[in-house]
T-cell receptor
Framework: AQKVTQAQTEISVVEKEDVTLDCVYE???????LFWYKQPPSGELVFLIR??????QNEISGRYSWNFQKSTSSFNFTITASQVVDSAVYFC?????????????FGKGTTLSVSS | DTEVTQTPKHLVMGMTNKKSLKCEQH?????MYWYKQKAKKPPELMFV???????INESVPSRFSPECPNSSLLNLHLHALQPEDSALYLC????????????FGSGTRLTVV
């Protein structure tokens, strides 16, 4: 069975603090894809990153960075120097490669609140 | 065009009404999805269409009826809904194979009264 666990339900930080959102996944697939999505109060799901299981390189995009470690089945997301606009619900999601047409499996999400 | 368009954005319906949600994409994606999202919860998969054929139905009540008339269009027909069906309904599309990006629409906020 596939499963995504986001243990942090809510995180509150003050602007300019760094914050890390944790994601742990379970899958029996040897090839799989991991995703992070942001959902602001307006409701749309905004794609942030996709990582396939063969690529363990960390990635940085502006203030965002991702740390993928297959050994611990984790795909953590760090926001550096957080801003109020980062306030949203963040979802980690998993998709198996061999299940053509199968949908994303979402974690329960982490609500991030950034105050000024 | 890199968008998934959902209409309407908001819908209020009575329990005896029949209504439809519409989803459209022109990215050539051959897999389309309906998700239901309750407040403070993650999206839950309802249906998956792959090459216009229903491939996954996650035990959704028959008062929700999906339809995929062509590769660009996905509908969700609603009939005799209950107040607990009030939620955000999200449509998404992706290439049919592999783990390439999923594109989500902005959703329809449905309220059943």
């Amino acid at each position: 069975a596939q499963k995504v666990t986001q243990a942090q339900t809510e995180i509150s930080v003050v602007e300019k603090e760094d914050v890390t959102l944790d994601c742990v996944y379970e899958t029996r697939d040897t090839t799989y894809y991991l995703f992070w999505y942001k959902q602001p109060p307006s409701g749309e799901l905004v794609f942030l990153i996709r990582r396939n299981s063969f690529d363990e390189q960390n990635e940085i995009s502006g203030r965002y960075s991702w740390n993928f470690q297959k050994s611990t089945s984790s795909f953590n997301f760090t926001i550096t120097a957080s801003q109020v606009v980062d306030s949203a619900v963040y979802f980690c999601a998993l998709r198996g490669f061999d299940q053509a047409g199968t949908a994303l499996i979402f974690g329960k999400g982490t609500t991030l609140s950034v105050s000024s | 065009d890199t968008e998934v368009t959902q209409t309407p954005k908001h819908l209020v319906m009575g329990m005896t009404n029949k209504k439809s949600l519409k989803c459209e994409q022109h990215m050539g994606h051959r897999a389309m999805y309906w998700y239901k999202q309750k407040a403070k919860k993650p999206p839950e998969l309802m249906f998956v269409y792959s090459y216009e054929k229903l491939s996954i139905n996650e035990s959704v009540p028959s008062r929700f009826s999906p339809e995929c008339p062509n590769s660009s269009l996905l509908n969700l027909h609603l009939h005799a809904l209950q107040p607990e069906d009030s939620a955000l309904y999200l449509c998404a599309s992706s290439q049919a194979s592999g783990g390439y990006g999923y594109t989500f629409g902005s959703g329809t906020r449905l309220t059943v009264v």
